[in-house]
């Protein structure tokens, strides 16, 4: 028999840096849906209206547990969780000091670690969850400079994996979307030869906008998705094909 769910209340979600970038598509889009939004954002700012800023580093617990239960006051537990945050720090193995690798380890995938523990306590509870995790193509195709950012991305792949495994007979879904060149401020610090370099190699020959991945994550957090879980979903033109 069918268990597909019909369209939700309003649920409380969550998206970890959601102060620009695809975060904040992100959120405009669970927004524009209806949904109870919040993002965490390390500096307090203003957001666009029905976006609720709250503060949060996701290398700081006890920021992100103080955050969450802002949110829980505010909006309900947390039902939809987009690990999101993210940050590069790029260079060539040979030259790669131990905390670039470690800060972008701490941030990507540890930072996800603690956001979707804290999250999941209330999405047991309630016995429905949507865990979206913000992966790369990098994480799975591999690229020159990113050893570290490659392993932070490639994690989360294991982590929507075993959390499925856990948590799947208890409602909750866990996904990784795999972005591939999106127009952010992340791809805008790339050089215009390193642009044209990685345009070269994306079939579709363009870089998309944070739009575009915005709305794969609400559909995966959707109730047509709701027998999808530990997939990895790539938004990226086709470059990572077939990884
Ligand atoms: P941006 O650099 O534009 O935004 C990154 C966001 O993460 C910001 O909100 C930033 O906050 C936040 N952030 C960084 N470190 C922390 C931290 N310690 N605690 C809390 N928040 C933090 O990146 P994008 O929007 O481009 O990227 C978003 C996600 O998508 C990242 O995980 C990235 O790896 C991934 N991605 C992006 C691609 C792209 O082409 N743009 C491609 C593939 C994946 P603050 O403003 O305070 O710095």
Request: net charge neutral.
């Amino acid at each position: 028999m069918s268990d597909v769910q019909t369209q939700p209340e309003p649920r409380s979600v969550l998206v970890t840096g959601g102060n620009r970038g695809i975060g904040l598509a992100i959120a405009r889009a669970f927004a524009a849906q209806g949904d109870k939004v919040a993002v965490t954002v390390r500096t307090m700012c203003d957001m666009p209206d029905g976006i609720l800023a709250v503060q949060a580093d996701v290398t700081d617990s006890a920021s992100l547990d103080a955050a969450f239960a802002e949110v829980e006051k505010a909006h309900g537990p947390v039902t939809v969780v987009v690990a999101n945050a993210g940050i590069t720090k790029d260079q060539l193995l040979m030259r790669m000091s131990e905390d670039e690798f470690t800060s972008v380890i701490d941030t990507n995938l540890t930072g996800a670690y603690r956001t979707v523990k804290r999250a999941i306590t209330g999405m047991v509870r309630k016995k429905t969850g949507r865990v979206i995790l913000i992966s790369s193509v990098s994480g799975l195709y591999g690229a020159p400079g990113q050893f570290n950012y490659s392993a932070s991305k490639a994690g989360l792949v294991g982590m929507a994996r075993s959390l499925t495994r856990e948590l799947g007979s208890r409602g909750i879904t866990a996904n990784v979307v795999a972005p591939g060149f999106i127009r952010t401020e992340m791809t805008d610090a790339l050089g215009e030869d390193k642009k044209r370099e990685y345009l070269a190699n994306v079939p579709a020959k363009r870089f998309a906008e944070a739009d575009e991945v915005a709305r794969v994550v609400t559909w995966i957090a959707g109730p047509d998705a709701a027998y999808i879980s530990g997939a990895v979903i790539p938004v990226d033109g086709g470059l990572g094909m077939g990884h």
